[in-house]
């Protein structure tokens, strides 16, 4: 499968972007997904998690309540919507997929290159 991210850009403090990650080459609720940032300086962090058994989904602390992970097998397409955004969140954002039934971190099968999603204060 490749995956292709669209949907970053600027955004204020406070405001709101939906990410999407288009898929091609195979079926995406075939394998589980998820969603991962790389600030400047830092380490890429898993944001959210979705498995492909059950649908459960994990989310890292920090943004627990305002991001949200979802699936259109329909379109094979995933999304992040990504709420009451702050400068912490400005990153490049990635999205990835695993054959395997949960998320496997920074082991995940296949990647997007990412797109960058700015907050301004």
């Known amino acids: 499968v490749q995956l292709v991210e669209s949907g970053g850009g600027l955004v204020q403090r406070g405001g709101s972007l939906t990410l999407s990650c288009a898929a091609s080459?195979?079926?995406?609720?075939?394998?589980?997904i998820g969603w991962f940032r790389q600030a400047p300086g830092k380490e890429r962090e898993e944001i959210t998690c979705?498995?492909?058994?059950?649908?459960?989904?994990y989310y890292r602390d920090s943004v627990k309540g305002r991001f949200t992970i979802s699936r259109d097998n329909t379109n094979n397409t995933m999304f992040l919507q990504m709420n009451s955004l702050n400068p912490e969140d400005t990153a490049i954002y990635y999205c990835?997929?695993?054959?395997?039934?949960?998320?496997?971190?920074?082991?995940?099968?296949?990647w997007g290159k990412g797109i960058l999603v700015a907050v301004s204060s």
């Open positions: 080459g195979d079926r995406i609720d075939d394998y589980a």
């Open positions: 990835a997929a695993d054959k395997g039934y949960y998320c496997a971190g920074p082991r995940m099968d296949v």
């Open positions: 979705m498995s492909r058994m059950d649908g459960s989904t």
